[in-house]
């Protein structure tokens, strides 16, 4: 019963993190459209990259931490068998980074859209 309200809150910060990280992708398009377009800020985009670049890696390192920390718990307290099975056997399947080869696609095809719609806007927004 106690590891409920932890979860509860661990998952609120998880959605918090992807939140964050979708809204800073937007802001940070929006920061670096008005700094192509003003020569006097040209200066400034090393230190918006950094400042992107390190929000993102702590972002996802968080979230990582997150997903460590549940799978972990969902190992050492199996509900019954079964669950101790499920949880067990997708280990030996993993491909790269972790990934099963379909949530790896996923990730690839997700990537290459947003690459191409951020590619899209900043042409047309420029």
Excluded: C
Excluded at 5 to 20: D, G, N
Excluded at 41 to 57: D, E, K, N, P
Excluded at 65 to 83: C, G, I, S
Excluded at 104 to 126: C, D, E, K, S, Y
């Amino acid at each position: 019963m106690e590891s409920n309200p932890t979860r509860k809150t661990s998952t609120a910060f998880e959605y918090f993190l992807y939140a964050a990280i979708v809204a800073e992708t937007g802001l940070a398009a929006q920061v670096y459209k008005t700094i192509f377009q003003s020569p006097d800020l040209a200066h400034m985009r090393v230190y918006f990259s950094i400042f992107y670049f390190g929000f993102l890696a702590w972002a996802v390192a968080q979230l990582n931490k997150l997903h460590r920390e549940r799978k972990a718990q969902a190992v050492d307290t199996p509900e019954d068998e079964e669950l101790a099975e499920h949880t067990a056997a997708p280990q030996a399947s993993r491909a790269a980074l972790g990934l099963t080869a379909g949530q790896l696609l996923v990730v690839m095809l997700v990537f290459a859209t947003a690459l191409a719609v951020f590619t899209w806007a900043m042409r047309a927004l420029l």
